[in-house]
């Protein structure tokens, strides 16, 4: 630890936590922008389940016929989705989009979390925290 760092005042602290959560959120936005543009994609993932073939329902259909039990897996399988709002459609897909940005960036927002916070840590914390 050959660098000194620099003392800080509490509006300088301020001041880096503003720019952490500001490239944090252009993180966010940046990936909801592009989940939004496969929105097609990450609604087939989504709704996966709403078919009869997904995979869970081909498990519990085997676990089933195992343990005799016909009714863990249904014959007819229909599952409808409505609309009841004017907006609702556009609103879950942005909402979906968000969300999915905020997974896919959530390894960057732990980072600049991490980053921000670093240099307050003792060395024995320090230490330990590299390990992670």
């Known amino acids: 630890m050959g660098q000194q760092q620099k003392i800080l005042t509490f509006w300088d ?13 252009v993180a966010v936005v940046f990936l909801m922008l592009v989940a939004f543009l496969f929105k097609d994609e990450l609604f087939a993932i989504v709704l996966a389940p709403k078919n009869a073939d997904f995979i869970i329902y081909h498990f519990f259909c ?3 016929d195992a343990v005799a ?9 229909y ?5 009841t709002q004017l907006a609702a459609q556009f609103i879950t897909h942005m909402s979906v989009s968000f969300y999915a940005g905020l997974l896919l960036a959530s390894p960057y927002v732990i980072y600049q979390l991490f980053r921000f916070v670093s240099p307050a840590l003792y060395e024995n914390e320090k230490k330990y925290s590299t390990g992670l």
């Open 62 to 64: 085997r676990m089933a």
């Open 79 to 83: 599952v409808k989705i409505i609309n």
């Open 13 to 25: 602290h301020l001041e880096e936590l503003r720019h952490v959560l500001f490239r944090i959120a």
């Open 69 to 77: 039990m016909p009714s863990l897996c249904p014959e007819v399988f």
